[in-house]
Structure formats: C-alpha cells, structure tokens
C-alpha cells in the first residue's frame, strides 16, 4: 500500500471532531493507529475534506503529511504548493467562490429549497472555492435546477451527515447533512487521481475510506474503497450500482478507518 486517502469529518474523526474520541465520544486512539499503520510501512496519508485550507492544514501537519486534498477536490496542495482544480477557475483578485457567488447561485438554492437548505454557519464562512450548505436535499434536482438556471457549470456534492443544528429549516437534527456548491469538474476524485500522477502510485496501491457519496465516487480511481459503518447507516442507498472495488467496514469512524488500514496491510502481507 502506497497510500491512503482518507476523509475527516465523519470518517477519521470521531465525535465533534475528535481525533481521539470514538463515534459515540468515547476516548480511542484508533485513528491515531490506522496512521501510524501506515507510516510504518511507509505509506503516505493524504486528507480529503470538504473542509477549508487550512482546517485541513493543521491537522495533515500534526500528522506528518505534506500533501492534502481541502473544499471537497477544489484545491489540493502537494508539498506546500497549491493547485486549483476548478475547471480553469483560479483566484483573479477575486476567491473561486466569490466569482461563483457573483453569478447568484447560492441564492437561488436558498430561495428555491428554502426551509430545507441554508448555510453551514459559521464554517460556511472564509472558504476559497466552495459554498457550504447544510439541510437535506436531493443534489440531482439541485442540479437540474441549476442547469435550468444558467448555471450548468456548478454541481451540488452531497458529502455526507453532520452533527449540527439548524436554524431555519424544517428538517429534524439528526437528518442534516452537508453540501458544497462547486464548479462542476471539482470533486475528491479529481483530486486524488491527480495526487496520484504527481506521485507516480499506481491506483491499485492505493486505498480510500470515506462516509459519504462524494468520497464514494473516489472508489474508480484506487484499488479498494472502504466505507465507514455509519456512513451506509446514515444512507443505506449509497452504494447501489456503485462502480469499483467497495468494502464496508463493520466498524464506525476512526474504528472504521482502522478496520480499514490493517485489513488492507494483513491482506498485501
């Protein structure tokens, strides 16, 4: 194994974000152990988040890890150097999403999914490429709409189930998840398919652990794809005619992810 490409919120993280806290807050280091799995084998760990710059930043640091992938495939940064992978769109004085906000489609999915999508306060704020939402909606008549709007060229990425509260919306708690408006060709798929180029991996040394349907759509571009317990929990649809290499952990979370990691090396060894 070469190397692992593995997303944060929901899958390496537990509980409010806790690096050593498991799905249902309980103190664990597994997570801590799935990456020191890998480092001893000296295989690389690149974070995949919908996350800003740099609250992907920070912990890929902590970690050890020169590259990372942040705002759900829109930038990836390898050895400290950024690349947009934005269809062409790169910053011009202006952020990716404050030229994507200029067009008016963030206010067209509020206005027309109003009571059942507004913005992930307060992280929706100081992003570079995506605007983040929360609520519950189907993404491909978002996308419909979109498309019917003049706006063909942004995608809604459904990116899984948040621990969060809504402010606005007619949705109960426990069913909210989070979504990124993005230009159309950006997705963590792109961006790990590129990661891999720079680095000369062969996809087939290569595993990815996700909880959502955008990190499901990395499974074509790496050699097996792990799916944490709670993701399918949260979404038992998600993996139906799903393309590539699919395994479901039995475990949740950093559980899940180590559950990943140790099958993977026990199998290869």
Not at 86 to 107: F, H, K, S
């Amino acid at each position: 194994m070469r190397c692992l490409y593995v997303d944060l919120d929901g899958t390496l993280l537990g509980r409010g974000g806790s690096l050593v806290h498991d799905a249902d807050g309980n103190p664990s280091l597994l997570s801590l152990r799935a990456v020191e799995a890998c480092l001893r084998v000296q295989a690389e760990v690149v974070l995949m988040s919908g996350r800003r710059q740099v609250t992907v930043r920070e912990p890929a640091r902590l970690l050890g890890q020169p590259s990372y992938i942040f705002e759900a495939g829109g930038g990836l940064v390898l050895d400290g150097e950024t690349f947009w992978l934005c269809d062409g769109l790169e910053p011009d004085g202006r952020t990716i999403a404050e030229q994507v906000a200029a067009g008016g489609a963030p206010e067209l999915l509020l206005e027309r999914f109003a009571g059942r999508l507004e913005f992930h306060a307060p992280w929706h704020e100081g992003r570079e490429v995506s605007h983040l939402f929360r609520g519950r909606v189907d993404a491909a008549e978002a996308d419909a709409l979109l498309a019917a709007e003049g706006h063909e060229q942004l995608r809604l990425v459904d990116n899984g189930a948040i621990h969060a509260r809504g402010v606005n919306l007619d949705i109960a708690d426990d069913e909210l998840r989070a979504y990124h408006l993005v230009p159309r060709g950006v997705s963590k798929a792109r961006a790990v398919a590129r990661h891999q180029r720079a680095r000369g991996y062969a996809p087939e040394d290569c595993i990815a652990v996700g909880d959502s349907r955008e990190d499901l759509a990395v499974a074509p571009v790496v050699g097996a794809f792990w799916l944490v317990a709670n993701g399918l929990a949260q979404d038992p649809g998600m993996t139906a005619g799903a393309p590539g290499t699919i395994h479901v952990a039995e475990e949740r979370n950093g559980a899940g992810v180590y559950e990943a990691v140790v099958s993977t090396l026990a199998h290869r060894g």
